[in-house]
C-alpha cells in the first residue's frame, strides 16, 4: 500500500488571494510527484520531493513566496523525520528548498536543527544562495506592514492581519511513514521567531504508530505539541478520534496523517485547509464552498 497526502495549510480561503482552482492543482500536483517519488525512492524522497514542488511553488508560504518578518525578509523553517531520524532548519535565510537543506541536517550531520547563520552556511555547501522573495509578497508586505503600523502594534494582535497561511506539508506510506513541513512562518513575524513547523512533535512528527504535518498558528500548536500528542493517543483511539482530541486544545490549527496501518486523515478548526491525497495513484483534493 502507498499513500502520498500533502496539504498547502490552513485558514480561510474566502480571503485568499488568487483563485481557489490554482492552490488545488499545486496540492494535487505536489501529491502525484510525492507519489511518483515512491516508484524508485522511499517514503523519505515521496515527502522531500512533494514538500519541493510546493516550495517552488510561489502560491504558497514555502520556499519562493514564502512570507516575510516585520524587517521585510524570509526567515524559513523546516523539517523533515523519517524512521526516527530528525533534521531541521530554523531562522534560514536564501535557500530555495529548506526542506532538502533540513534532510541534509539530518543525513550529514550529527544535529537534529540548524538555524539561523549557520543553518545559510551549512546550506551553502550544497546549493546556491537565492532569494526567494517574490514581487506578490513584496506588494503584500508593505500593506501589511502600514496597516500594521496604524493599528494595534502589540504582537498579540497582530494574528488578525493574515488570512490563508499556506504553510506546506507532507505525509508518506509505504509501509515506513515519513513526514516533512516547511513554512515561511507567518506574516510580520518577528525577526528570529521560529513556529512549530521545524520542531519534532509540535508541527512535524513521524514515529512507530503515525506520521503528521501540522499548519496554523505555530505558537498554538507547539504549546499543545500537537503531532506528538496525537501519535500518543494512539492506538487507544483511531486517529480522526487522535485528531479532533487534539484540536481541542490547538486553536487555528489543522494537520495531515497517516497511521502504522495507512490509515489516512486530516482534520482542521480553521475555515478551510488546502489538502490533496494520492492513494494507489488516484488523487483526491479539497473542495471548497464559498
Ligand atoms: N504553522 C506555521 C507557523 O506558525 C504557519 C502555518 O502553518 O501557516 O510558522
Redesign the pocket.
Known sequence: MKKVIVHG???DFSKADHDIAEYKEGVENAAQAGYDALATGNALDAVIQAVSSLEDNPLF?AGTGAVLNIEGEVEA?AMVMFKGHVGAVGALRNMKNPVQVARLVMERTDHVFLVGEGAYSFGRHWFDHYDPVTNERRKKFEELRSQFLKGDTRWKKNVNLYAQ???V?AVAFDGDLAAA?S????WL?LKG?????PLAGC?TYAGEKAALS??????N?IRSVFSKSVHDLLPTCSLKEALQTMLTSSPE??AIAIDFHGNVEYAFNTNNMAWALCDQGTVLSFEVDI
Do not use: P, Q, W
Open positions: 495549510g490552513a485558514g508560504n523553517d497561511h499556506g504553510t506539508g513541513t513554512t515561511g512562518g507567518i513575524k521567531r521560529v513556529g512549530d513547523s508541527g501540522a499548519t496554523g498558528i505555530g505558537e500548536i490549527t489543522g
